[in-house]
């Protein structure tokens, strides 16, 4: 705190004062330096490394806009708002940064002295000579009159002085350690003598020598008052204070130096101009006859110092006397030299002010112009016009008011600054001398603002005067800068941050960018600090100011800027802005060499779904890959790094074991098996595991094993992949990658092929320790397909199909795939940006690529089964990429020869299946499991096998056959088979297939003959064949494989057949028991001529059954040819017996009787294949479907319903054998094919196809209470008059003569048959029932004689004859089926009537002769 008298002598404090004392220059600095500094200064000045990446620092706080604070629920346009609101701190925030600082220092420092202003004008002058010089005070005289000529002399314009008497200070400088006290002293009472105790001093410094000093560490006391940069360090031994706006700091009231050390050379000449970074010539500087050496330290020039080794610290050689001793000196120089040559001066410029006021103001305005004589310039018209050109001169009196002001602001006597500015810019504006003004009023600004206790308000108009005169009619765009730069620091202190904002924005110009990126940088920095923060302005102007620190050549400070707004514009939205700016980022950041940096931002563009256009994309993919390939060139050998494109869904790879499917070989056609060309089905997948899992339960004697899992040779994001899957070695692995393009370009991946790890086991299946992870090194383990091209279209999604090939056992991981990513050829002009150097000049052929990686990493299903799984978020794995290689299997290929895609229904063809071995194993238990095994055939073990020669049996019969002669037209020829013999077991659907000796040996093949038989219904039919084996040696991982084969017919309309079953009345039996039974045939042709069908011959009907067998045909007509065209129906009658007793004993229960009845020349033998194969397969197909309704049935009725029922039952099978002429290209076909009618019940209808059922008609709703009422187990009526059977036998016609004998008698005989296994009790009543005159004028009336009621019992199938008389009266039609028969079981109470509506009438004539 220094103490001073103002001009009315009050006592005024000055704090922090501080003193610049530099180098004497007698050249100004050159422009070109002071912008070479300032940019240094800038570029010098960095942010510290390790800054977190979405952390700005700005001003005091670290404003965070990670996304993470940004709450999701507010609209997008005030989440940064708040965000930052939150993160405001109460304390005041200055919105600057540390280079920003140093460049308003140095700027400040290195402003050239002015005329109209005198601020940095130099008030004193230090004269130093040493006490070793031979003459001091010779020396002292000779620089004093250097100073004088230096002031006085036109020849130089510079330095600037204050007041024309410059206080000169004289100091003798005296080395302790080497020169003669004694000496100095009485030189320096010599100086006192001349110069008076208070312009003179004697400092001593140096007290110890420089080689003990490198043995102890004292602080270097420099240090804080060096200012590397200084523009000031070219003015030596001047002394000007400068304390524009420093005067906050809180620094002691030390002398600052400003960086000078002058080294003595020889010949007495100092180097002092060597240590000026912005001296641009020194030799010619014209100050070189300054003697002496500096009172610094005598080791060597500072600046050379710093440069050659910054370790080296100044000021060595001094104690820390010495250092008091400086600090002494510097407290003598301002209390009793400075201090009272500034007072004195203020004093007589304010006399020569109260002087001018005596006039008045007014009086004096108007007649200055003529009384100033002392004014050299005569203003003309002109001269006023173009104002900035006015001068004063030196001793004007509007300068001396303006001299006073500047001296006042610099003893910080501010009141009385803003006063004399005030006065001063009124008669400047009188003059219109607006460089002068705007100087009064730019200064009175700021001392309104410095005063104490804010006694007036900060006149920001006054400033924005200022630059707007400085810039627009001075065109003097440093001086409008500093205005900018002083006004904005004010409006900032007041947190008027929009101000300052808008301030800092007007002065950025196209003239200096570096000054532009640092207003608009400032200009961001206060839009963020503002009460409600402004941050995408901040973004927006943090943009421009990256821009054009990029344009001044600050890589650095542009790359942060972008970085820094990065922030606010990442995830919003704004795709082209981030584009632009990552762009930018990368651009900088390669340029700067942070090559990670620039690949990330490149990539940060590729994968974001980009908004470009092509040609864009293009330019940013071509850059991309340049700086990548650059990235790789500085590590060859590291890892492959992760390419950014095209994008992987991970979750749609797929992985296929095993080969490809063969194409299909002429009339060979392959097994359709899996393969990745087939769509995931979930239904059918459900299918075929339902198979497999029937014939392992079959072979593993009906128990699925614990450790089974459905074979899965497909793996996808819908197949269970939570374990190891197994691949067999030798056999491919195909890896599907589903590949994405985001981008408008085409992309070219080469040299595509899957990375893998593999852990090879050897036979005892030990690990090995070696785990291999390179693609190239193991050929022999692991063999690698490489795809040399793989192009991807412009938004294009495609798969690549990539195989591997184990050759070992062990245990593989597919980790990735490794590709080469480029673009393809052609030529292509760069964009608008501008390339980087070396990527790509002009039109030219473009084949850049990188080599790098993308790992395939699949996420398995969310698991949800127990409570903790429910409750967290937890997936399971997912092993599809995986598979353990386990040792060879057999392989089995399986062929279709002839195999028709279209038949009619019932159709049968012969084809063949060829089945072949391509693995080093034998294969054995080869079965094949089908849903529909009605379908196929390969023949029963009855029959030798066919001559393998396909092309010969084409147009022979698919049946076995014997030519018949014509005489047995009707009658049936028999035959049995036991369906054992057809393969038809417990499982009817899993079908062992006959191989010779059961084995397939390696590279073996067999053809086997296969029967098909076209479907009942019409319509496209898909049927699944699972072809099951096993290898010969038992493998512990896999105990079998599978083989699907998915058929696709199409089969069209045909026949349909309908039977029915009627019991005989005839009493004809061979055995004289009564078991004759009617069958009725009705065949219709269904086809509308579809397949070139002409017409259909019925060759055969033939029955098959345990108990009954055709006998003969009832056909009235003699055609017998069955021939049925379109739409036609034909009707056939049969007779059919039981079998021989002796022949159901001797046949065990599962015989079969066939008897064939022939319409052609040919028998085709029933009981042969395939025509037996598809019966019994039909039939067992069938009663699948009929046992359980039986079986339910059976729970409910009691023993004796049943007997009954049984009566009315009969397993009575007809099988129709049929031809169809087909044309087909003008040639003539035969088709054959066979049609199923299953008859269970007598009189009830039966179908060969299924019937489609009507939907039943819309009832009304009926509200009721069901009654609990016992089911009543009445049989029905059909299943009771099945109980017994009657019959009655009469002549047909009686000639009787009337006139001789009125009555006419008749015996009748009437047969009751049991046709139960009990014993019945019958009650025959021949009583007529009606009366009615209806009944008698149809029928006529006649009596019974005799007993009208009997009573009998009938054993076991028993047959019992009535002799009956009936006595006629008349002549006429009569029916004698009158007799009511009642029927129980002996056992049984309850009667039941036998009705016998469906036996014919019994009707007989009786004619009169």
């Not at 007997?1203 to 099988?1215: H, R, T």
Request: with cysteine; proline share 5%.
């Amino acid at each position: 705190m220094v103490h001073m008298r103002d001009p009315n002598n009050q006592l005024h404090i000055i704090k922090n004062l501080k003193i610049a004392v530099s180098n004497i220059i007698t050249q100004p600095p050159q422009p070109g330096a002071i912008r070479k500094l300032l940019s240094d200064v800038v570029s010098g000045s960095q942010p510290a490394d390790g800054l977190v990446a979405n952390v700005i620092t700005a001003g005091d706080y670290d404003l965070n806009i990670s996304d993470r604070s940004i709450k999701a629920s507010v609209p997008w346009y005030s989440n940064w708002k708040d965000t930052l609101m939150e993160m405001k701190e109460s304390s005041l925030n200055t919105a600057t940064t540390p280079w920003f600082e140093s460049y308003r220092e140095t700027f400040l420092q290195s402003m050239p002295a002015s005329d109209h202003e005198f601020l940095n004008h130099y008030l004193a002058c230090m004269l130093v000579a040493s006490s070793s010089e031979a003459e001091p005070m010779e020396q002292f005289g000779k620089l004093s009159q250097e100073q004088h000529r230096i002031q006085h002399n036109n020849d130089y314009s510079y330095p600037k002085w204050f007041i024309p008497n410059t206080l000169k200070y004289y100091v003798l400088l005296h080395d302790v350690s080497a020169g003669d006290e004694q000496r100095a002293e009485s030189i320096y009472e010599e100086m006192k003598q001349k110069y008076g105790t208070q312009g003179c001093y004697l400092l001593k410094i140096n007290s110890r020598t420089s080689n003990q000093a490198s043995d102890e560490q004292i602080p270097d006391p420099w240090s804080q008052y060096l200012q590397k940069n200084s523009i000031q360090n070219q003015e030596s031994y001047e002394d000007g204070p400068c304390t524009i706006s420093s005067n906050k700091n809180s620094d002691s009231n030390l002398l600052s130096l400003d960086g000078l050390d002058n080294e003595v050379k020889v010949d007495g000449l100092p180097n002092n101009f060597r240590a000026h970074p912005l001296q641009l010539d020194s030799s010619s500087d014209p100050s070189n006859n300054i003697d002496g050496p500096d009172h610094v330290k005598s080791a060597s020039s500072l600046h050379e110092t710093k440069k050659a080794n910054p370790g080296i610290i100044h000021g060595a050689c001094l104690t820390l006397t010495d250092h008091d001793r400086i600090r002494q000196f510097v407290q003598e120089f301002t209390f009793r030299g400075l201090l009272p040559h500034i007072e004195k001066t203020i004093r007589q410029l304010n006399d020569q002010l109260i002087s001018r006021k005596g006039l008045s103001r007014s009086l004096f305005s108007a007649t200055k112009k003529w009384f100033s004589g002392s004014k050299v310039p005569e203003k003309s018209i002109n001269e006023l016009k173009n104002t900035s050109g006015l001068l004063y001169p030196p001793e004007a009196p509007e300068l001396q008011i303006r001299k006073m002001a500047d001296l006042c602001f610099l003893v910080q006597h501010y009141d009385l600054a803003y006063s004399c500015y005030h006065t001063a810019k009124k008669d400047f504006l009188n003059d219109q001398a607006m460089l002068y003004a705007a100087g009064a009023l730019e200064m009175a600004a700021v001392s309104a603002f410095l005063q104490q206790g804010a006694a007036r308000p900060y006149p920001a108009h006054y400033m924005d005067t200022a630059i707007q005169t400085y810039r627009d009619i001075c065109k003097n765009m440093i001086l409008a800068e500093r205005c900018v730069l002083l006004s904005a620091e004010i409006l900032k202190s007041q947190s008027k941050y929009s101000e300052a904002a808008a301030l800092l924005i007007r002065l950025t110009s196209e003239d200096s960018d570096l000054r532009s990126a640092l207003l608009l940088e400032q200009a961001a920095h206060c839009f963020i600090n503002m009460k409600s923060p402004m941050v995408r302005k901040y973004a927006f102007h943090m943009i421009l100011a990256g821009h054009r620190f990029s344009k001044a050549g600050q890589k650095k400070h542009a790359l942060r800027c972008y970085c820094q707004a990065m922030q606010v514009y990442k995830g919003k939205g704004w795709s082209l802005a981030e584009d632009h700016i990552n762009f930018t980022i990368g651009r900088q950041s390669y340029t700067l060499r942070q090559l990670d940096n620039a690949v990330s931002a490149f990539r940060h563009i590729l994968i974001n779904e980009s908004k470009q256009s092509a040609a864009q994309q293009g330019s940013f993919l071509r850059e991309y890959l340049y700086v990548y390939k650059n990235v790789s060139q500085l590590s060859p050998d590291g890892p492959l790094p992760q390419l950014p494109l095209p994008y992987i869904n991970s979750s749609a790879t797929r992985v296929f074991f095993g080969h490809d499917r063969r194409p299909a070989d002429g009339e060979k056609q392959a097994a359709t098996h899996v393969s990745l060309d087939q769509e995931y089905d979930n239904e059918s997948s459900q299918q075929w595991r339902e198979l497999e899992e029937q014939v392992v339960a079959l072979v593993n004697k009906g128990v699925i094993p614990p450790n089974f899992h459905p074979t899965q040779y497909c793996l996808n994001s819908f197949s269970d992949n939570s374990r190891f899957p197994l691949a067999v070695v030798e056999e491919p692995i195909t890896v599907e990658v589903a590949f994405r393009n985001p981008l408008k370009v085409p992309l070219l991946l080469t040299n595509l092929s899957l990375l893998w790890k593999f852990q090879p086991k050897d036979c005892s299946g030990k690990n090995d320790e070696e785990v291999k992870e390179l693609v190239t090194s193991e050929p022999e383990m692991i063999g690698t397909e490489v795809i040399s091209e793989f192009l991807i279209n412009s938004e294009e999604s495609k798969v690549a199909r990539l195989k591997l090939f184990p050759h070992h056992i062990g245990e593989l991981h597919i980790l990735g795939v490794v590709y080469n990513l480029g673009t393809i050829q052609g030529s292509t002009t760069v964009d608008g940006i501008g390339a980087l150097p070396g990527c790509h000049t002009g039109k030219q052929s473009l084949s850049m690529s990188v080599r790098g990686r993308q790992d395939l990493e699949i996420q398995g299903p969310r698991l949800n089964s127990t409570k903790e799984e429910k409750t967290s978020i937890t997936y399971g794995p997912d092993r599809r990429l995986d598979p353990i290689i386990v040792e060879e299997m057999p392989l089995l290929e399986v062929f279709f020869i002839h195999l028709p895609t279209g038949l009619l229904c019932g159709e049968i063809r012969k084809a063949y299946v060829e089945f072949v071995n391509v693995s080093k194993c034998p294969l054995t238990g080869l079965k094949v499991v089908c849903k529909r095994p009605e379908f196929f055939t390969f023949g029963g073990n009855t029959t030798a096998l066919t001559p393998l020669s396909p092309s010969a049996s084409e147009n022979c019969s698919a049946y076995k056959t014997v030519v018949t002669e014509s005489t047995s037209v009707c009658a049936a020829l028999t035959s049995s088979a036991s369906s054992v013999d057809f393969g038809i077991g417990s499982q009817p659907e899993v079908i062992p297939v006959p191989l010779p000796d059961t084995v397939l040996l390696p590279g073996a093949s067999v053809q086997l003959p296969l029967w098909l038989r076209g479907p009942d219904e019409e319509g496209v039919h898909e049927i699944n064949f699972l072809f099951y084996y096993e290898s010969v040696k038992k493998l512990p991982k896999i105990r079998h494989r599978i083989l699907r084969h998915t058929a696709v017919i199409c089969t069209s309309r045909s026949l349909i057949a309908r039977a029915t079953v009627c019991r005989s009345n005839s009493l004809e039996d061979e055995e004289g028991r009564g078991g004759n039974m009617l069958v009725f045939v009705d065949v219709e042709n269904i086809n509308t001529s579809e397949a070139g069908v002409k017409e259909f011959h019925i060759v055969q009907v033939s029955s098959s059954s345990k108990h009954w067998k055709l006998q003969k045909s009832v056909n009235l007509s003699e055609n017998k040819d069955a021939k049925l065209g379109s739409r036609e129906k034909g009707k056939f009658c049969f007779k059919a017996i039981r079998c021989k007793e002796k022949e159901v004993a001797t046949q065990s229960s599962e015989k079969y009787t066939f008897a064939d009845i022939i319409f052609g020349n040919e028998q085709i033998i029933s009981s042969a294949s395939p025509c037996a194969d598809f019966f019994y397969r039909s039939l067992s197909s069938e009663l699948k479907k009929v046992q359980p309704s039986a079986h339910t049935e059976k729970q409910s009725v009691e023993d004796a319903v049943r007997l009954i029922q049984k009566c009315s039952e009969v397993d009575l099978n007809v099988v129709i054998l049929w031809k169809a002429y087909v044309v087909e290209d003008s040639k003539q076909l035969i088709l054959e094919g066979q049609h199923h009618v299953i008859l269970h019940t007598v009189g009830k209808e039966a179908y060969s196809s299924p019937q489609k059922q009507e939907p039943p008609e819309m009832e009304p709703l009926k509200f009721f209470r069901p009654e609990n009422t016992a089911v009543s187990s009445r049989p029905s009526v059909e299943q009771l008059s099945s109980l017994i059977k009657t019959s009655l036998h009469y002549p047909e016609s009686l000639n009787h003569p009337f006139h001789q004998k009125s009555l006419c008698l008749v015996p009748v005989t009437l047969l009751l048959s049991n046709c139960s296994k009990a014993d019945v009790d019958v009650i025959v009543d021949l009583r007529h029932k009606t009366t009615s005159p209806e009944s008698l004028e149809i029928h006529g009336s006649f009596t019974w004689l005799g007993q009208t009621q009997y009573k009998l019992q009938l054993k076991s199938e028993e047959i019992h004859s009535l002799q009956l008389k009936a006595c006629f009266v008349h002549t006429g039609v009569y029916n004698l089926g009158t007799p009511r028969v009642f029927a129980k079981l002996s056992d049984q109470v309850t009667v039941f009537e036998t009705s016998q509506q469906n036996s014919m009438p019994a009707l007989i004539i009786i004619n009169n002769v």
